[in-house]
C-alpha cells in the first residue's frame, strides 16, 4: 500500500481553499468548480477551518441563512482533526472511520497545509492495493 506522501503526490488537482471571511457562496462555487465535497479555510498559510457540504445543509440551509451574506467562519468547523504526512494510510481511514468525516486535512511537520484527502481517495487506494494483492497471489499459485 502506498504512503500517505505518495497519494499526495499523485493526486492532480490544485488545493481548493477559501478565507474565513468569504462568503458561503463564493466557497460553495469553488466547491462546484472543483468538483470537491469540502474546502480547506485558511487565514494565510494557516489552517483555521474547513467547509463541507454537511456544514452546508446543517448549518445554512437548516438555520434559514442566506449564502451570499453568511462569511464562512459562521458555520465552517473550526475544530479541525488533521494528519501529517508521516501517517499510515491506515491510521488515515482508522481516523475518519471513528471520527465519521469524509475529509482530512494533512499538515506538513511545520504545520502548514501539504493536502486533503477524502474517504474516496482512501477506498481507492484500499481498492487498488487489494487487486493487485490478488494479483500476485493468482501469478503465485499458477507459477
Known amino acids: ?9 499523485e493526486k492532480q488537482r490544485p488545493l481548493a481553499v477559501v478565507a474565513p471571511g468569504d462568503s458561503v457562496f463564493h466557497a460553495l462555487s469553488v466547491m462546484a468548480a472543483h468538483d470537491v465535497g469540502a474546502l480547506l479555510v485558511l487565514e494565510g498559510e494557516r489552517l483555521v477551518g474547513i ?8 448549518k445554512m440551509i437548516l438555520q434559514g441563512k442566506s ?15 488533521y494528519v501529517t504526512k508521516s501517517a499510515s494510510l491506515e491510521e488515515c481511514m482508522a481516523l475518519m472511520t471513528e471520527k465519521r468525516f ?6 506538513d511537520e511545520d ?10 481517495d482512501m ?3 484500499t481498492i487498488s492495493s487489494q487487486q ?9 499459485i499458477s507459477g
Open 1 to 9: 500500500m502506498k504512503t500517505l506522501k505518495q497519494l499526495l503526490a
Open 51 to 58: 467547509f463541507s457540504e454537511r456544514d452546508y445543509a446543517r
Open 67 to 81: 449564502s451570499r451574506e453568511t462569511p464562512v467562519r459562521d458555520v465552517m468547523s473550526d475544530r479541525v482533526a
Open 102 to 107: 469524509r475529509h482530512l486535512p494533512v499538515l
Open 111 to 120: 504545520g502548514t497545509v501539504a493536502g486533503l484527502i477524502s474517504i474516496g
Open 123 to 125: 477506498v481507492k487506494e
Open 132 to 140: 493487485f494483492l490478488i494479483a500476485q497471489l493468482e501469478r503465485y
